[in-house]
């Protein structure tokens, strides 16, 4: 069969790891086409992901803030919220960064093909998209085709109040009763949503600590604003059943500690959010017809180049496995790319950021304190409270801390988590000081500007077992 296309370069996923690396390609002189199932490029990222999401959680904070405002003599009463127009804000945003990357690929004459793709060898993908299907032969292909919600089987998914992330983004009403199954990230980040919009909003989770992964201390403050803002929480909690019914949905619930009776009892909820992980799109491509391993779970194994067992082929994003994050996935896309044109480089990268938007936010990076413990490593941390930051009083919100774990042998920074307002941007120099080898002190005596929230890094550096000193 003749192919409609062919090309030097296929990418398959247009999410941050696919359109990165169709660009990269690109720019290095690679002849690319880019494959997408839907009209708009920028994967769940910017779609149904980290853009949306982060639009109506600035909306969130804005409605927060103006309540709180009342507490230094500002009142603007209640929040009266047009959520047609809300969701046409949250739309804009969206279609403003998806718009962009078409003109994008339009100028480094990146041919974008719409349709699904499938494997029907090494060298060949067939589209299916509205005008039928079309054969395109490519030499070399990285894969980014992404990952989507788990859908709990015993739940009734085609009642449309049961929602995953994509359709609670999608803004249908603001539900007076909510229950968001799962206290990750996502879970957490709709529950901030819809809790400042109104909902009331009940939140279970599995395991014994919210965002499973992060320290322990840095969840408190979260926990007890959460708890502030009339946000029922419960740990070590799974929703078994969820019936249909007219007036709403009914949802069951079980301990995760078995023979215990659980600590919520059976109630009609208007709407669930399910937001209990995400699952890798590897076994739906026919990769397999390519000659590509895939692994039980949906994952496709690569090496430190972002190869796949077929050399030719590349796999990046979310399918190659956690943490599943839109800057590991753009990271993963250039590094392939450069690869592909021949460059001769690898994986480097230390540390991955994650950030939680919640309010406050929750950002960790590196080796955590748990974690320190677990492997019998031999730390030190360093802690400030940012009670103690002028910048946090003023602006109202001293419940979060900054803290450095350092190697305490070698001080070098190898970990550290914040919380608080803005944490998400300031985590990033925590993460330059593990990438660059920083000790402590390097930190410390760097100047930081006052008075910003970004100074509790550097005392944070000096603050020792609670008193300030310095390394030397
Ligand atoms: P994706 O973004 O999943 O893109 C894959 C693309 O491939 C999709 O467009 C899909 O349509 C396409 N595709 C799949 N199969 C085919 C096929 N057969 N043919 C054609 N096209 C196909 N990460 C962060 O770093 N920060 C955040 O704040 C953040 N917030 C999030 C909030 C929510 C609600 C969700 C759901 C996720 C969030 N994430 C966040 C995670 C982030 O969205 C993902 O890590 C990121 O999108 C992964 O990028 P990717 O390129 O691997 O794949």
Redesign the pocket.
């Known amino acids: 069969r003749t192919p409609d296309l062919e090309c030097r370069m296929l990418v ?7 359109y990165t690396a169709a660009f990269r390609s690109a720019d290095l002189g690679l002849d690319t086409v880019l ?4 009209a708009s ?5 910017l ?4 853009i ?3 639009a109506l959680l600035h909306a969130a904070a804005v409605i927060d803030e103006a309540a709180h405002a009342s507490d230094y003599g500002i009142d603007f009463g209640a929040p009266k919220i047009t959520l047609d127009a809300l969701r046409a804000y949250k739309d804009k945003v969206v279609g403003q960064l998806t718009k962009g990357l078409a003109g994008m690929a339009k100028q480094r004459k990146v041919r974008v093909v719409e ?4 494997f029907i060898s090494a060298n060949e993908l067939e ?1 299916s998209g509205k005008d039928g299907a079309k054969l395109i032969r490519f030499e070399q292909c990285i894969i ?6 788990v859908k709990l089987p015993a739940f009734p998914w085609d009642d449309p109040r049961v929602m995953d ?2 359709d609670a ?1 999608e803004l249908a009403e603001i539900p007076k009763k909510l229950l968001v199954v799962g206290g990750g ?2 879970g957490l ?2 529950a901030t949503v819809f809790r400042a919009l109104g909902s009331e909003v009940t939140v279970v989770e599995f395991m014994d600590q919210l965002m499973p992964g992060a320290d322990t201390d840095l969840i408190k403050p979260l926990a007890e604003r959460l708890k502030k803002q009339g946000v029922a929480v419960h740990l070590r909690t799974k929703a078994a059943q969820v019936e249909a019914q007219t007036h709403g949905l009914k949802v069951s619930f079980e301990s995760a500690e078995e023979g215990k009776p659980a600590a919520i009892e059976a109630q009609l909820f208007d709407r669930v959010l399910v937001a209990v992980g ?1 699952t890798p ?1 590897g076994g ?2 026919d990769a397999d017809k390519a000659g590509v391993q895939i692994s039980d779970r949906g994952f496709i194994p690569v090496d430190r180049q972002m190869r796949t067992n077929v050399p030719h082929i590349f796999a ?4 190659v496995g956690q943490p ?6 753009t990271h993963e ?1 250039k590094l392939a790319a450069e690869v592909a044109a021949g460059e001769k480089k690898e994986w480097v990268a230390r540390v991955i950021p994650s ?1 939680a ?1 919640t309010d406050p936010e929750i950002a960790w990076v590196g080796v955590t304190e748990t974690e320190a413990k677990a492997k019998g490593l031999k730390v030190g941390v360093g802690k400030f409270p940012w009670a103690a930051s002028g910048r946090a009083i003023g602006l109202g919100r001293t419940e979060g801390f900054t803290k450095l774990v350092f190697d305490e042998a070698t001080h070098r920074v190898i970990g550290g988590g914040i919380v608080g307002v803005h944490a998400g941007d300031l985590i990033a120099e925590v993460a330059l000081a593990i990438e660059m080898g920083c000790e402590v002190t390097d930190i410390g005596h760097t100047i930081h500007p006052h008075p910003t929230l970004s100074e509790s890094v550097g005392m944070a550096a000096e603050v020792y077992d609670g008193t300030i000193t310095d390394l030397y």
């Open positions: 398959l996923g247009a999410g941050p790891g696919g494959v997408e199932r839907y490029l920028g994967g769940v990222c779609n149904v992901g980290c949306p999401s982060k349709g699904t793709g499938r589209v980014a085709a992404g990952s989507q919600p992330s994509t983004l990230i996502i980040e709709m995400r799109n739906k491509l990046i994003g979310d399918l599943m994050l839109a800057h590991k996935a896309g950030v938007y």
